[in-house]
Each structure stands twice: as C-alpha cells, then as structure tokens.
C-alpha cells in the first residue's frame, strides 16, 4: 500500500518562502496526477497545484507566479516551492494522489 509522507512547513515572515515535499513509500509509476492542496481554519479543502495532463500544470488564481509544482520520479517525489508568501497562504497543506488519498498535512504560517 502507497503512503504519501509530507516534510516541510512551517513559519516564515510575509514575503518569505518554504518548499513541501511529498515522497511516495512504496512503488509507484509516476507522479503524474499529484497535486496540492490547502485548507484554512472554516474553509473547504482547495487544490493550489497540480499535474494535469502529460506535462502540463494548473496552479489556483491565487498563487499563479509565486507556488511553483515540481517532481522528481526517481525519488517518488513532488514538491511545492512557495516564494513571496503571504498571511493569506496560511493553512494545513495536503499532498494527494489519486492512487494514494492523501498525505498526513502540514502546517504553513505566514505572519504579517
């Protein structure tokens, strides 16, 4: 059974940044699907990045040129590199793949 096991977060000053990783255990073959997601205190689960189609990423509106989605399939791995953070940005982060549910979350803090 594939688990997805997230390392990173954090709290970092608005303006700063911090880099997720989720790594696959167990075999898997590829990272194609992988995405991540975000959820605030009162607010529903929302994907912010994502492996769409072939090569292809979809990022949300609001993090469009500042979160950058990334992988590495020898490793079994995705990242989530998220520069010029904002308060708004905080939240638990989810990595999840469809064949995988989801990692564990982690927190991410940006004070003002």
């Known amino acids: 059974q594939v688990r997805l096991v997230q390392s990173g977060g954090g709290v970092v000053q608005a303006g700063g940044s911090l880099r997720l990783s989720c790594a696959a255990s167990?075999?898997?073959?590829?990272?194609?699907?992988m995405s991540w997601y975000r959820q605030a205190p009162g607010n529903k689960r929302d994907r912010v990045a994502a492996?769409?189609?072939?090569?292809?990423?979809n990022y949300a509106d609001s993090v469009k040129g500042r979160f950058t989605i990334s992988g590495d399939n020898a490793k079994s791995t995705v990242y989530l590199q998220m520069n010029n953070l904002k308060p708004e940005d905080t939240a638990v982060y989810y990595c999840?793949?469809?064949?995988?549910?989801w990692g564990q979350g982690t927190q991410v803090t940006v004070s003002s």
């Open positions: 999840y793949a469809p064949w995988g549910g």
């Open positions: 167990g075999r898997i073959s590829s990272i194609n699907a």
């Open positions: 492996f769409t189609s072939g090569d292809s990423v």
